[in-house]
């Protein structure tokens, strides 16, 4: 029995000492660098031409003005746009990839102001 038990642990710390190390030496592609680069650059770009808003305003500008600070204290982690758009200022609510993430903040800020809706806007 006592032999047994000294063949097990005797295996059990071999197998430990010739297992594999947890260092691992990654060599770095430039190449893959410059094909990165350019990924995010590209990335960025149709970002930037393809999401989606959240329009809460469209009307004068003190009660835009107001809207807008008011939109900045409650919705802190999200960005808000307020600018003029002929003939009205607007006031809009975040950047999203999605039509579905916009759709689920959309939810919630249609409990303040009813006549939200979200938009993609023209390029």
């Known amino acids: 029995m006592s032999r047994k038990i000294l063949f097990i642990s005797c295996l059990f710390i071999c197998s430990t000492t010739f297992s594999q190390s947890d260092k691992y030496n990654l060599k770095n592609n430039p190449k893959f660098d410059s094909i990165l ?17 959240i329009q809460v305003f469209s009307g004068g500008y003190n009660f835009g003005d107001s809207i807008s600070n008011y939109v900045n204290e409650k919705y802190l982690g999200d960005s808000i746009y307020f600018y003029f758009e002929t003939p009205n200022y607007k006031v809009r609510i975040g950047k999203y990839k999605s039509k ?24």
């Open 37 to 53: 680069k350019v990924k995010k650059s590209v990335d960025k770009k149709i970002f930037d031409e393809n999401y989606y808003s």
């Open 100 to 123: 579905i993430e916009a759709e689920k903040k959309l939810k919630e800020i249609k409990k303040e102001f009813k006549s939200a809706f979200v938009f993609k806007p023209s390029k």
